[in-house]
């Protein structure tokens, strides 16, 4: 009879519970501003969950929350994506992290990662992101799929963009996925933005001059 009720005692320990969700959250956010959890907060958070804060699963656990902000989660946001993953504590979501970078294994939730990286990741006082906060998260999502990234982010290095607005990310992802390495099939007249017509022609030149030397 004991175990039985031990059994049932652990098997309420492990389903979710908003309240310990919400305690647990209350212990990274400030009194001042109890409701958003900061910068500070979730270097805390990340260290206890055992991940890098530049780690691609915290990418994905924010889209799961909804996050608005990078380096900033809200009491709602926090909620709704710790219970649509029934985690309320930071071992529960240790064990969540896999299956969390395994999404970016299906090609339509990596598109839709992809491109809700480009709104949470921005300043939002700018419509456009800035090249040094793109490239790295470019590195982040494509730098291990896509063998012309270093390429791509040497001419973005050499180039005179400043900033990389939305159509411009989005076709970075279509190009990394249809154009083949040697660019064969690259077509100059298709409707890629300029940037790409740009540094197609860049990298041709590039390969050009190593046959040559």
Not at 78 to 86: A, F, R
Not at 163 to 189: A, G, H, M, P
Request: proline share 3%; glycine share 4%; charged share 25%.
């Amino acid at each position: 009879m004991g175990d039985g009720i031990s059994r049932r005692y652990s098997k309420s320990e492990d389903a979710f519970n908003q309240k310990r969700c919400l305690t647990w959250f209350r212990e990274y956010t400030t009194p001042d501003d109890p409701d958003t959890l900061g910068p500070e907060g979730m270097e805390k958070f990340c260290e206890d969950i055992g991940v890098e804060p530049e780690n691609v699963a915290m990418l994905v656990l924010a889209y799961k929350m909804g996050a608005k902000q990078m380096g900033f989660f809200t009491q709602s946001e926090w909620l709704k994506g710790l219970t649509d993953l029934q985690c309320d504590t930071a071992s529960k979501v240790q064990c969540k992290l896999e299956y969390l970078r395994s999404m970016l294994n299906d090609p339509n939730s990596f598109k839709i990662i992809y491109r809700y990286a480009y709104d949470f990741a921005r300043d939002k006082d700018q419509r456009s992101m800035d090249i040094e906060t793109a490239k790295a998260m470019l590195q982040l999502l494509l730098g291990k799929h896509w063998p012309l990234y270093a390429q791509f982010a040497q001419f973005l290095e050499q180039s005179k963009y400043k900033v990389i607005n939305k159509d411009q990310w989005c076709n970075i992802l279509e190009f990394s996925r249809t154009i083949s390495n040697d660019l064969t099939n690259y077509d100059v007249d298709g409707a890629w933005p300029v940037m790409l017509d740009e540094f197609v022609e860049w990298l041709r030149q590039l390969r050009a001059q190593s046959t040559i030397s």
